[in-house]
Protein backbone atom coordinates (compact mmCIF):
# COMPACT_ATOMS: atom_id res chain seq x y z
CA UNK A 1 0.00 0.00 0.00
CA UNK A 2 2.75 2.74 0.73
CA UNK A 3 5.25 2.04 -1.47
CA UNK A 4 2.28 2.59 -4.42
CA UNK A 5 1.14 5.85 -2.43
CA UNK A 6 4.43 7.74 -2.26
CA UNK A 7 5.46 7.39 -5.72
CA UNK A 8 2.25 8.71 -6.59
CA UNK A 9 2.58 11.43 -4.54
CA UNK A 10 5.97 12.36 -6.20
CA UNK A 11 4.97 11.92 -9.51
CA UNK A 12 1.92 14.69 -8.65
CA UNK A 13 4.28 17.39 -7.15
CA UNK A 14 6.67 17.08 -10.35
CA UNK A 15 3.75 18.02 -12.52
CA UNK A 16 2.65 21.00 -10.24
CA UNK A 17 6.27 21.76 -10.09
CA UNK A 18 6.64 21.83 -13.34
CA UNK A 19 4.00 22.84 -14.78
CA UNK A 20 4.04 26.05 -12.36
CA UNK A 21 0.32 24.87 -10.45
CA UNK A 22 -1.49 23.68 -13.73
CA UNK A 23 0.32 26.42 -16.30
CA UNK A 24 3.66 26.14 -18.39
CA UNK A 25 5.78 28.93 -17.60
CA UNK A 26 7.13 29.89 -20.88
CA UNK A 27 9.84 32.54 -21.72
CA UNK A 28 9.95 35.12 -23.73
CA UNK A 29 13.10 36.63 -25.21
CA UNK A 30 13.53 39.86 -27.43
CA UNK A 31 15.97 42.70 -28.61
CA UNK A 32 14.40 45.89 -30.17
CA UNK A 33 15.39 49.18 -30.18
CA UNK A 34 13.52 51.83 -28.96
CA UNK A 35 13.86 55.25 -27.13
CA UNK A 36 17.14 55.54 -28.92
CA UNK A 37 18.64 52.82 -27.24
CA UNK A 38 18.73 48.71 -27.22
CA UNK A 39 15.55 47.65 -25.15
CA UNK A 40 15.92 43.86 -23.60
CA UNK A 41 13.01 41.75 -22.65
CA UNK A 42 12.88 38.13 -20.95
CA UNK A 43 10.02 37.74 -19.65
CA UNK A 44 7.82 34.84 -17.85
CA UNK A 45 3.97 34.19 -19.32
CA UNK A 46 1.56 31.40 -18.70
CA UNK A 47 0.42 31.31 -22.71
CA UNK A 48 2.20 31.32 -25.51
CA UNK A 49 0.45 34.84 -26.14
CA UNK A 50 4.11 36.83 -27.40
CA UNK A 51 1.72 39.79 -27.94
CA UNK A 52 3.41 41.38 -24.45
CA UNK A 53 6.91 42.33 -25.72
CA UNK A 54 5.17 44.31 -28.64
CA UNK A 55 2.95 46.21 -26.13
CA UNK A 56 6.31 46.73 -24.02
CA UNK A 57 8.02 48.61 -27.06
CA UNK A 58 4.60 50.58 -28.15
CA UNK A 59 4.48 51.53 -24.42
CA UNK A 60 8.37 52.88 -24.47
CA UNK A 61 7.83 54.34 -28.18
CA UNK A 62 4.51 56.15 -27.14
CA UNK A 63 6.16 58.04 -24.05
CA UNK A 64 8.82 59.14 -25.88
CA UNK A 65 6.69 60.38 -28.91
CA UNK A 66 3.78 61.63 -26.80
CA UNK A 67 5.75 63.06 -23.96
CA UNK A 68 9.22 62.74 -22.91
CA UNK A 69 10.76 63.50 -26.35
CA UNK A 70 12.78 66.84 -27.15
CA UNK A 71 12.57 66.34 -31.05
CA UNK A 72 9.82 64.74 -31.86
CA UNK A 73 7.07 67.28 -32.75
CA UNK A 74 4.02 65.37 -30.98
CA UNK A 75 5.58 65.47 -27.67
CA UNK A 76 4.65 67.50 -24.97
CA UNK A 77 8.31 68.22 -24.06
CA UNK A 78 8.31 69.71 -27.44
CA UNK A 79 5.46 72.23 -27.56
CA UNK A 80 6.57 73.39 -24.02
CA UNK A 81 10.00 73.78 -25.36
CA UNK A 82 8.64 75.58 -28.15
CA UNK A 83 6.62 77.75 -26.40
CA UNK A 84 8.50 78.78 -23.31
CA UNK A 85 8.39 82.47 -22.63
CA UNK A 86 4.40 81.78 -22.14
CA UNK A 87 2.35 80.65 -19.43
CA UNK A 88 1.17 76.99 -20.43
CA UNK A 89 -1.17 74.49 -19.25
CA UNK A 90 0.70 70.99 -18.48
CA UNK A 91 -1.49 67.63 -17.99
CA UNK A 92 -1.33 66.17 -14.19
CA UNK A 93 1.27 63.70 -14.86
CA UNK A 94 3.51 66.10 -16.38
CA UNK A 95 3.14 68.41 -13.18
CA UNK A 96 3.78 65.23 -11.02
CA UNK A 97 6.90 65.21 -13.06
CA UNK A 98 8.37 68.69 -13.08
CA UNK A 99 7.90 69.17 -9.48
CA UNK A 100 9.82 65.73 -8.63
CA UNK A 101 12.62 67.15 -11.15
CA UNK A 102 12.40 70.50 -9.09
CA UNK A 103 13.04 68.40 -5.88
CA UNK A 104 15.67 66.68 -6.92
CA UNK A 105 17.41 70.08 -8.53
CA UNK A 106 16.63 71.61 -4.78
CA UNK A 107 18.12 68.16 -3.09
CA UNK A 108 21.37 67.77 -5.51
CA UNK A 109 22.22 71.46 -4.96
CA UNK A 110 21.58 71.97 -8.38
CA UNK A 111 23.52 69.21 -10.23
CA UNK A 112 20.31 67.61 -11.47
CA UNK A 113 18.86 70.45 -14.04
CA UNK A 114 16.28 69.15 -16.88
CA UNK A 115 16.68 73.03 -17.95
CA UNK A 116 20.18 72.63 -19.44
CA UNK A 117 18.67 71.36 -23.18
CA UNK A 118 20.31 74.53 -24.64
CA UNK A 119 23.52 73.37 -23.31
CA UNK A 120 23.04 69.68 -24.15
CA UNK A 121 22.12 71.18 -28.04
CA UNK A 122 25.31 72.43 -28.19
CA UNK A 123 27.57 69.89 -27.25
CA UNK A 124 25.47 67.56 -29.98
CA UNK A 125 25.01 65.05 -27.44
CA UNK A 126 22.33 63.36 -29.16
CA UNK A 127 24.78 62.95 -32.22
CA UNK A 128 27.08 60.80 -30.12
CA UNK A 129 25.68 58.02 -30.16
CA UNK A 130 26.94 54.98 -31.93
CA UNK A 131 28.97 57.83 -34.00
CA UNK A 132 32.78 55.79 -34.46
CA UNK A 133 33.38 59.06 -36.36
CA UNK A 134 34.09 62.52 -35.26
CA UNK A 135 35.82 63.87 -37.44
CA UNK A 136 33.09 66.35 -38.26
CA UNK A 137 32.44 67.40 -34.40
CA UNK A 138 33.95 70.23 -33.22
CA UNK A 139 33.74 71.23 -29.74
CA UNK A 140 32.05 74.32 -28.88
CA UNK A 141 33.51 77.43 -27.67
CA UNK A 142 33.92 78.64 -23.91
CA UNK A 143 31.54 81.65 -25.63
CA UNK A 144 29.10 79.90 -26.60
CA UNK A 145 29.33 77.72 -23.69
CA UNK A 146 28.35 80.91 -21.42
CA UNK A 147 26.16 81.95 -23.79
CA UNK A 148 23.63 78.75 -24.13
CA UNK A 149 24.18 78.63 -19.93
CA UNK A 150 22.34 81.83 -19.64
CA UNK A 151 19.37 80.37 -20.92
CA UNK A 152 19.62 77.51 -18.03
CA UNK A 153 18.61 77.21 -14.54
CA UNK A 154 15.92 75.21 -12.62
CA UNK A 155 14.96 77.89 -10.11
CA UNK A 156 13.63 80.03 -12.88
CA UNK A 157 10.98 77.34 -14.04
CA UNK A 158 7.64 78.15 -12.09
CA UNK A 159 4.80 76.11 -11.88
CA UNK A 160 1.50 77.38 -10.52
CA UNK A 161 -2.26 75.91 -9.86
CA UNK A 162 -4.86 77.38 -12.06
CA UNK A 163 -8.43 76.92 -11.58
CA UNK A 164 -10.71 76.69 -14.38
CA UNK A 165 -14.75 76.53 -13.70
CA UNK A 166 -14.48 72.33 -13.74
CA UNK A 167 -10.92 71.92 -12.79
CA UNK A 168 -7.45 72.57 -11.49
CA UNK A 169 -4.82 72.52 -14.18
CA UNK A 170 -1.11 73.25 -13.47
CA UNK A 171 0.75 76.10 -15.38
CA UNK A 172 4.61 76.55 -16.17
CA UNK A 173 6.07 79.52 -16.77
CA UNK A 174 9.98 79.10 -18.13
CA UNK A 175 11.69 82.20 -19.88
CA UNK A 176 12.05 82.29 -23.34
CA UNK A 177 14.56 80.36 -25.02
CA UNK A 178 14.24 77.79 -22.11
CA UNK A 179 14.54 73.92 -23.28
CA UNK A 180 13.94 71.22 -21.53
CA UNK A 181 15.92 67.66 -21.89
CA UNK A 182 14.56 64.78 -20.01
CA UNK A 183 17.43 62.93 -21.18
CA UNK A 184 18.38 61.57 -17.36
CA UNK A 185 15.28 60.05 -16.45
CA UNK A 186 13.03 59.07 -19.87
CA UNK A 187 14.36 55.36 -19.17
CA UNK A 188 13.65 55.31 -15.66
CA UNK A 189 10.35 56.82 -16.41
CA UNK A 190 9.99 54.37 -18.86
CA UNK A 191 10.26 51.70 -16.77
CA UNK A 192 7.73 52.90 -14.67
CA UNK A 193 4.97 52.73 -17.07
CA UNK A 194 5.99 49.10 -17.98
CA UNK A 195 5.94 48.41 -14.16
CA UNK A 196 2.41 49.30 -14.33
CA UNK A 197 1.39 47.27 -17.84
CA UNK A 198 3.14 44.04 -16.50
CA UNK A 199 1.07 44.55 -13.56
CA UNK A 200 -2.34 44.37 -15.68
CA UNK A 201 -1.42 41.48 -17.20
CA UNK A 202 -2.09 38.37 -15.16
CA UNK A 203 -0.70 36.36 -17.38
CA UNK A 204 2.90 37.39 -16.82
CA UNK A 205 4.89 36.24 -13.42
CA UNK A 206 8.08 37.19 -14.16
CA UNK A 207 9.97 40.02 -16.58
CA UNK A 208 13.62 41.72 -16.54
CA UNK A 209 13.56 44.30 -19.24
CA UNK A 210 16.79 46.25 -19.82
CA UNK A 211 16.78 50.08 -21.68
CA UNK A 212 20.11 51.08 -21.65
CA UNK A 213 21.88 51.78 -18.95
CA UNK A 214 18.56 50.89 -16.62
CA UNK A 215 17.09 47.57 -15.86
CA UNK A 216 13.43 46.61 -14.27
CA UNK A 217 12.93 43.28 -12.42
CA UNK A 218 8.82 42.43 -12.22
CA UNK A 219 7.59 39.34 -10.05
CA UNK A 220 9.71 36.24 -9.99
CA UNK A 221 11.62 33.31 -11.91
CA UNK A 222 9.85 29.75 -12.51
CA UNK A 223 12.97 28.01 -10.41
CA UNK A 224 12.23 31.07 -7.31
CA UNK A 225 15.94 31.96 -8.08
CA UNK A 226 16.60 35.66 -7.61
CA UNK A 227 16.79 37.79 -10.42
CA UNK A 228 20.62 38.90 -11.69
CA UNK A 229 21.48 42.36 -12.97
CA UNK A 230 25.07 42.94 -14.22
CA UNK A 231 27.02 45.66 -13.26
CA UNK A 232 29.40 46.96 -15.84
CA UNK A 233 32.64 47.70 -14.83
CA UNK A 234 33.42 50.93 -15.98
CA UNK A 235 37.23 50.94 -15.83
CA UNK A 236 36.82 47.72 -18.92
CA UNK A 237 33.52 48.18 -20.03
CA UNK A 238 33.66 44.67 -21.68
CA UNK A 239 33.56 43.20 -18.90
CA UNK A 240 31.37 42.93 -15.46
CA UNK A 241 32.22 44.24 -11.96
CA UNK A 242 29.44 42.04 -10.81
CA UNK A 243 25.74 41.66 -10.37
CA UNK A 244 22.72 42.28 -8.26
CA UNK A 245 20.35 39.88 -6.48
CA UNK A 246 17.14 41.08 -6.52
CA UNK A 247 13.79 39.34 -5.96
CA UNK A 248 10.27 41.62 -7.03
CA UNK A 249 9.63 44.57 -8.53
CA UNK A 250 12.72 47.20 -8.64
CA UNK A 251 14.61 49.01 -10.87
CA UNK A 252 18.49 49.66 -11.30
CA UNK A 253 19.62 52.42 -13.31
CA UNK A 254 23.95 53.19 -14.36
CA UNK A 255 25.29 56.58 -14.73
CA UNK A 256 28.93 56.68 -16.06
CA UNK A 257 31.33 58.43 -18.33
CA UNK A 258 32.05 55.48 -20.19
CA UNK A 259 28.03 55.15 -21.83
CA UNK A 260 28.50 57.95 -23.90
CA UNK A 261 31.09 59.97 -24.96
CA UNK A 262 32.85 61.72 -28.03
CA UNK A 263 37.05 62.21 -28.63
CA UNK A 264 38.27 64.81 -29.72
CA UNK A 265 41.93 65.46 -30.11
CA UNK A 266 42.88 62.54 -27.25
CA UNK A 267 40.43 63.67 -24.78
CA UNK A 268 37.17 62.24 -23.74
CA UNK A 269 33.92 64.58 -23.52
CA UNK A 270 30.78 62.35 -21.66
CA UNK A 271 27.23 63.49 -21.89
CA UNK A 272 26.69 64.55 -17.83
CA UNK A 273 27.04 68.04 -17.85
CA UNK A 274 27.69 69.91 -14.42
CA UNK A 275 25.03 72.87 -14.74
CA UNK A 276 27.81 75.48 -13.18
CA UNK A 277 29.82 74.98 -15.71
CA UNK A 278 28.25 73.82 -19.13
CA UNK A 279 31.30 70.91 -19.36
CA UNK A 280 30.97 67.39 -18.51
CA UNK A 281 31.60 67.01 -14.72
CA UNK A 282 34.35 65.59 -13.14
CA UNK A 283 34.14 63.94 -9.60
CA UNK A 284 35.46 61.11 -8.38
CA UNK A 285 32.62 58.85 -9.47
CA UNK A 286 33.55 57.11 -12.62
CA UNK A 287 30.20 55.24 -12.61
CA UNK A 288 27.17 54.56 -9.82
CA UNK A 289 24.60 52.65 -10.01
CA UNK A 290 21.47 53.13 -8.22
CA UNK A 291 18.70 50.87 -7.49
CA UNK A 292 14.89 51.99 -6.03
CA UNK A 293 11.60 50.91 -6.47
CA UNK A 294 10.73 53.57 -8.60
CA UNK A 295 12.56 53.57 -12.22
CA UNK A 296 12.45 57.61 -12.25
CA UNK A 297 14.30 58.17 -9.10
CA UNK A 298 16.95 55.50 -10.10
CA UNK A 299 17.48 56.90 -12.79
CA UNK A 300 17.56 60.51 -12.25
CA UNK A 301 19.47 59.92 -8.78
CA UNK A 302 22.02 57.89 -11.14
CA UNK A 303 22.44 61.23 -12.49
CA UNK A 304 22.46 63.30 -10.02
CA UNK A 305 25.17 61.31 -7.72
CA UNK A 306 27.76 60.87 -10.49
CA UNK A 307 28.17 64.62 -10.68
CA UNK A 308 27.68 64.95 -6.70
CA UNK A 309 30.68 62.60 -6.14
CA UNK A 310 30.67 59.67 -3.66
CA UNK A 311 30.36 61.39 -0.62
CA UNK A 312 27.70 63.89 -1.72
CA UNK A 313 25.65 61.15 -3.57
CA UNK A 314 25.58 58.98 -0.80
CA UNK A 315 24.18 61.39 0.96
CA UNK A 316 21.24 62.13 -1.78
CA UNK A 317 20.62 58.47 -2.40
CA UNK A 318 19.69 57.95 1.32
CA UNK A 319 17.58 60.17 1.49
CA UNK A 320 15.11 59.50 -1.01
CA UNK A 321 15.81 55.40 0.30
CA UNK A 322 17.56 54.39 -2.94
CA UNK A 323 20.24 51.72 -2.16
CA UNK A 324 23.79 53.26 -4.25
CA UNK A 325 27.19 51.54 -5.82
CA UNK A 326 29.39 53.81 -6.55
CA UNK A 327 32.60 52.75 -8.39
CA UNK A 328 35.73 55.60 -8.31
CA UNK A 329 38.29 55.99 -10.98
CA UNK A 330 40.59 54.37 -8.90
CA UNK A 331 38.48 51.29 -9.31
CA UNK A 332 37.05 51.18 -5.73
CA UNK A 333 33.42 50.37 -4.58
CA UNK A 334 31.54 52.03 -2.18
CA UNK A 335 28.48 51.00 -1.31
CA UNK A 336 25.18 51.62 0.86
CA UNK A 337 24.77 49.29 3.68
CA UNK A 338 21.57 47.47 1.58
CA UNK A 339 23.41 47.06 -1.32
CA UNK A 340 26.46 45.38 -0.15
CA UNK A 341 23.91 42.48 1.08
CA UNK A 342 22.72 42.16 -2.60
CA UNK A 343 25.93 42.79 -4.68
CA UNK A 344 28.13 39.51 -5.96
CA UNK A 345 31.36 40.93 -6.88
CA UNK A 346 32.58 38.28 -10.08
CA UNK A 347 36.00 37.22 -9.14
CA UNK A 348 37.73 37.96 -12.65
CA UNK A 349 36.48 41.10 -13.84
P1 LIG B 1 21.89 57.74 -19.99
O1 LIG B 1 20.94 58.59 -20.77
O2 LIG B 1 23.07 57.30 -20.75
O3 LIG B 1 21.21 56.66 -19.23
P2 LIG B 1 21.93 59.48 -17.72
O4 LIG B 1 20.70 58.88 -17.15
O5 LIG B 1 23.03 59.70 -16.75
O6 LIG B 1 22.53 58.66 -18.88
O7 LIG B 1 21.50 60.88 -18.34
C1 LIG B 1 22.36 61.63 -19.14
C2 LIG B 1 21.50 62.51 -20.01
O8 LIG B 1 20.82 63.46 -19.19
C3 LIG B 1 22.30 63.31 -21.00
O9 LIG B 1 22.40 62.65 -22.24
C4 LIG B 1 21.50 64.60 -21.10
O10 LIG B 1 20.42 64.45 -22.00
C5 LIG B 1 20.92 64.77 -19.71
N1 LIG B 1 21.78 65.51 -18.76
C6 LIG B 1 23.12 65.72 -18.80
N2 LIG B 1 23.55 66.36 -17.71
C7 LIG B 1 22.45 66.55 -16.92
C8 LIG B 1 22.24 67.15 -15.64
N3 LIG B 1 23.23 67.68 -14.93
N4 LIG B 1 20.97 67.18 -15.15
C9 LIG B 1 19.94 66.65 -15.85
N5 LIG B 1 20.08 66.08 -17.06
C10 LIG B 1 21.31 66.01 -17.59
MG1 LIG C 1 19.93 59.03 -15.28
Known amino acids: MKSRFYPKCIYLLTILLLTGCG ?13 GTLVQQTIYVSTEDNKITSDIIDEITKLEQDFLSRRLETSQVY ?11 VTGEMETLLRECLEISEASDGAFDI ?34 LQLTGYERLELKASQTE ?17 GALGKGLALDHLLELLAQRSQVSGATISL ?25 PQKQLGYLKLTGNL ?25 ATGYPGESDVKSVTILSESGFLSDALSTAC ?11 ALEYEAEALFVTHTGEIL ?15
Not at 80 to 87: A, E, F, M, R, T
Not at 253 to 275: K, L
Not at 306 to 316: D, H, P
Request: glycine share 10%; proline share 5%; aromatic share 8%.
Open 23 to 35: SQAHVLRKTDVAM
Open 79 to 89: ALNQNSGSIQE
Open 115 to 148: TLGPVIQLWKIDEWAGVNDTAEYSLPTAEEIRQA
Open 166 to 182: TQTMAKLQMPEGYVLDM
Open 212 to 236: GGSVLTYGSKPDGTPWRVGIVNPLD
Open 251 to 275: CVSTSGDYERFVEVDGRTYHHIIDP
Open 306 to 316: YLLGTEKGMEL
Open 335 to 349: MSSGMETIFKQNETR
